[in-house]
């Protein structure tokens, strides 16, 4: 028998009672309305409109590229599919490192603008100030620390963050900044499982893994990788629950093939009535 899912409206304070319970939140990316629906029915804790939309869903070879604009547009799609989630917005490069005021107002667009309840941003104790002044605001924040894509390549790449003692400390550090900035919870990713699970016992607030390993207070993929139609690349820490390419390309050959064939549609998928009207339309257009 499968489990009822769940319909009460999650709420911050839903978060933060989860990490006291142990019970363990869960958190996927949505680019579209679509598919934001079904994370919605379907129980998730948390929606978060990733900036890796710009990888995923508009072709760009990283996150950077991605604008204020492209993502507005598209957390106002998911935010149509969302009901009952937690609905969080990442906020792209460069639209929060300028300056702590633009910061906060391009943040209050994600809310006014697109509905969302929350912001992600990237950063540990360099960002701090900025998370304290978007919370002084009203602005709920989800931090991120370990790998931050947007800034991956002052990190040395794509690399697991934290495997010596310098980096593990300032992890420590990082978590602990943004913990005590505000911010509501905290994106660990890619980083050994021990640290992960240090953070998390250190801090308050609940720490949502990504290739962090099992400790976190929560877990988050990108929907793609999960789902198996994401084909550039897969990082190692992701688990795939389905592989859509195949089926997918499948049903297009199908579609094709019966298109090209004649067998698509069929009478069942077209329109009967009009019949009696035929010879005198060909009449008509001799």
Known sequence: ????????????????????????????????????????????????????????????????????????????????????????????YLSYQISKNEAVKNAGLFLKKAGCHGVKLEGGSDI???????????ISVMGHIGLTPQTAIALGGYKVQGRDMKSAKKLIEDARAVSNAGAFSLVLEC????????????????????????????????????????????????KRYANLNPKIREALDDFINEVKSGVFPGPEHSFRGGEELFEDLKADNK
């Open 1 to 92: 028998m499968k489990e009822k899912k769940a319909s009460k409206t999650i709420t911050l304070a839903d978060m933060q009672n989860k990490k006291a319970s142990g019970e363990k939140i869960t958190m996927l990316t949505a680019y579209d309305y679509s598919m934001a629906r079904l994370l919605d029915e379907a129980g998730l804790d948390i929606v978060l409109v990733g900036d890796s939309l710009g990888m995923v869903a508009l072709g760009y070879d990283s996150t950077v590229p991605v604008t204020m604009e492209e993502m507005i547009h598209h957390c106002s799609a998911v935010r149509r599919g969302v009901n009952r989630a937690l609905l969080i917005g990442d906020m792209p």
């Open 128 to 138: 701090a100030p900025t998370i304290e002044k978007m919370v002084k605001a009203g």
């Open 191 to 238: 980083i050994p499982s021990i640290i992960a699970k240090t953070i998390t016992e250190m801090v308050p607030i609940p720490t949502i893994g990504i290739g962090a390993g099992p400790h976190c207070d929560g877990q988050v993929l990108v929907i793609n990788d999960l789902l198996g139609f994401f084909e550039k690349f897969t990082p190692s820490f992701v």
